[in-house]
């Protein structure tokens, strides 16, 4: 059985993420007063940092104005309210919740201050696993480790977005990413990672495969490249409001229902390329830690993911679950019940050998 952070401590956390699903601007330093004099007048501004890192002065108006001391007022309450924010964030990374490196926590409030999660983007990859036990209130093992191997997930950001026009024209407007980065040792020649000017974080952008596994698409209209992701409609159904923790900010995304992000993590974990094969076996040990979550609180999400498969989704299902049992040591009986029921999905799953653990199967 996983174990669950205190009431209290989950308590907090819906607190914060409460605060932060009101947001609509782009995340930003507390803020303080600044007075500048122009023609033997006083002026008061409130000066911010935007989280690209520019400086922001907010004219307030005369000082001494009462609009101006109201408008003031106001600012110095938003202000405490994210410094206390930032103190609760504190209190959630101390006690084991996960919180994204901020570099990727960044780059995430870029991505939601541009509107690329309202427009239909959604958080995928490891961040996303993290995100979804917050939400759970699993507590993940102290020695799991949640990098993929040489290229953790602390260089790196995966976005999903649907291939309409839509979302397409936000990501090229946003102006943000769109550096292509150089390919990756293995047989691709073409690169899907994008970054920021003058930042090494890459962003992984995917979207719906038209039936090659891991197949590369050329987006015209951004002149880049990104990846089909396999069974991408059954991943994208059910997508609900989320939150990001970062170590001062908390960024509203948009993330995958927790089952079938278990189910559609089996299932890609099947079809990686031989080179990725320590992604791979990460997708395993995280896809059997989702399930043990979902399946002690809320199994009928995972009845409902299994209905959903598609059928050519089925046997990759299988075929990862008789492997993810190696992972499954410590996970509650319901877990490894589940998924020797999904292993016999595998053609020929009794003959399906069992890969060597790379971690410790997490409590």
Known sequence: ?????????????????????????????PGT???RTIR???????????????????????AGDPDT??????????????RDRTTALRTLRLSGFSVADNSSALTVA???????????????????????????????????????????????????????????????????????TAPEPGPRKLSTSFRRRGRPLKVDLF????????????LPGLKMHATGLPFFEYLMEGVGDGCLLGKDRVIPVRLPA?????????????????????????????AVVMLDAVLAHYPGWVEEAIDALPDAARACVGLAAGHALAYAGKAGDA?????????????DHESSPEPTPFVQPPV
């Open 1 to 29: 059985m996983p174990a669950l952070h205190h009431l209290a401590l989950q308590t907090l956390y819906s607190s914060v993420v409460e605060g932060a699903q009101a947001q609509s601007v782009t995340f930003q330093t």
């Open 110 to 180: 870029l991505l939601f201050s541009a509107g690329i999660f309202r427009q239909g983007g959604v958080l995928v990859g490891s961040h996303t696993f993290g995100a979804l036990l917050n939400s759970l209130g699993v507590k993940l093992a102290s020695n799991y480790p949640t990098e993929d191997g040489d290229t953790g997930t602390a260089n790196r950001v995966a976005l999903a977005v649907p291939g309409d026009r839509r979302v397409l024209d936000v990501l090229r407007d946003t102006g943000l990413l769109f550096l292509e």
């Open 258 to 286: 927790p089952a079938r992000f278990a189910l559609h993590t089996l299932a890609v974990s099947s079809l990686r390329p031989a080179e990725l094969g320590m992604k791979g076996r990460r997708d395993l040990a995280q």
């Open 335 to 347: 877990a490894r019940d589940t998924l020797e029921d999904l292993a016999a999905l595998a053609p």
């Open 69 to 82: 001391d109201r408008a003031l007022e106001e600012r110095q309450q938003q202000g405490q309210e994210a």
């Open 40 to 62: 033997g007048r006083m002026y008061t501004y409130w000066r911010t940092y935007l989280a690209s890192g520019q400086r922001h002065d907010e004219y307030l108006g005369a």
């Open 207 to 218: 979207v719906p495969d038209t039936g090659d596994d891991y197949e590369i698409r050329l």
């Open 33 to 35: 007063r600044v007075q």
